[in-house]
């Protein structure tokens, strides 16, 4: 029954990328300014939409993680494996972001990048999550989930701090504003149509992948399990 | 001050005191950098002011993380942190103290390195000179604070040397940030350095407090 | 006018096919992490006296 229910979110889901796909390329009209290649919109906001969320369900993650390690340990496996699959399912639209930004930047407004506050938050968040999953790979020790939470909420915490002191950064030195006239001027029906539908397919494909990346995780933890009951239980 | 976070902290500064090994090994890695930066970025002229602030936070975060790498090592060496979990006394106050006492030797440093900054670059402070009093000690404490837990954090991995700045660096760079435009606006005397002094008031208050209320949490996890 | 166009064509071909090949490229990551699992499952099983 699980199974038929995944196939049929899977099938959804390509359905869903294929009419978003049709909708960015072949509905939506090119957009007054930018031309042809305001089209890669319909792929770069969705996907940053995708990446912010899934970091949130990390630290989410994570805090259930220390919440519950004592008390609710079973809780605390499931929250810990929330906590890494939507580290790593982030970062991966997160790269997403960070390499389709500067490909449209580069034809819409001339430069590959500039240090305003939401591309410097971006790339900071990316390489806070990064440091996280490096975190998780090299520390040894059955303690990892633990350090690896504490890391998550220290990364979290960081965020908003990043995006102020970028906010104030360029009040004294202004730069090109990426995107904000972009997503604000979008009145037309079929663009706005296509960008919904991107929003949606690429959530749907987020979902699907962050789940099987949090089934992953499960497996992981339970073989973990199975061999450190064995080392215990270690006949001669 | 806590009876035991006093000792602590006298015992890492009588240790050091009689070694030297951090504060000798900290001084030559930034004079290293301060003198590379000058090879790599021309300080000669009035474009020595802009860029002297973001050579020196540099040129701390690198020393720094040459010291804190070693903060746990006598720790971990002589099962200090075993005793500790055991012991009645908050974790806390191991953590803040180790924090004071690397604070206080990165600060030595960069107390010595002063004048051979104001030499090499031809510095001539045009702010208020007084506040960078308060922005270096503030930036540097945000800094070894958040380095000294993740060097906790770290203990156990395998390339902990290298696992340290990767988790650091990110998180320190608003804090980079406001150490660097500030020192900057002070040596430049252009623009208003007291936003960016209360951003770093704000970071130092809001991660010590996180370090110190997890830092229970990461000894135990240890 | 033409040669814009086409730089721009190319352009987002450029970041769609980016797009996709990161996507895809985690998702057959995945697919190998999993038969790992699958199979150090299949060995902690059969460990199991």
Known sequence: MKKFALGIYVAIVVVLMVWGFYQAIYVAPDDALQGYVFRIIYYHVPSASVAFLFFAVSLLGS?????????????????????????????????????TGPIWARRAWGIWWTWDARLTTTLVLWLIYVSYLLLRRFAA??????????????????????????????????????????????????????????????????????????????????????????ALEAKI | ??????????????????????????????????????????????FSQNIAGGVLSVATMFASVSALNQAWAREIRHQVLDAQRMAPTPGSDLFLAKVIANFLFVSIVQVVLAPVFLVMYNLRVQGDGWLLAVVLPLGTWALVANGTFFAALSIRSRNRELLLPLILFPIFIPALLAMVQATTSILTGESDPSLWIKLLVGYDIIFTTVGLLLFEVVLHAE | MDQRSILDHQ??????TVTWVIQLGYLAYLGLKWRAEKRRASIDSGNKR
């Not at chain 1, 259930?64 to 639209?93: I, K, M, Y």
């Not at chain 1, 104030?168 to 960008?195: C, E, I, N």
Request: glycine share 8%; charged share 15%; net charge neutral.
């Open chain 1, 63 to 99: 805090i259930g993680f220390l919440t519950w390690r004592r008390n609710r340990p079973e809780w605390a496996q499931l929250s810990d494996a929330w906590a890494v699959a939507g580290a790593e399912v982030g970062v991966v639209f997160c790269t997403v972001v960070l390499i």
């Open chain 1, 141 to 230: 020790g059955p303690q990892v989930q633990t350090l690896a939470a504490v890391l998550g909420i220290f990364g979290a915490l960081d965020v908003p701090i990043v995006y102020m002191s970028n906010r104030w950064w360029r009040t004294q030195h202004p730069a090109p504003v990426f995107g904000g006239d972009a997503d604000s001027g979008m009145k037309d029906p079929q663009m706005l149509a296509a960008f919904g539908w991107g929003m949606v397919s690429w959530l749907a494909w987020g979902l699907l992948i962050l789940f099987l990346r949090y089934r992953v995780e499960r497996e992981h933890q339970k073989n973990a399990h199975l061999e450190a009951m064995e």
């Open chain 2, 1 to 46: 001050m806590s009876r035991a976070l006093w000792t602590h902290l006298i015992k890492d500064l009588r240790i050091e005191w009689r070694s030297k090994e951090a504060i000798n090994s900290m001084l030559f890695f930034a004079l290293l950098v301060v003198v590379l930066f000058s090879l790599a970025f021309d300080p000669r002229g009035s």
């Open chain 3, 11 to 16: 352009f987002v071909v450029a970041a769609y």
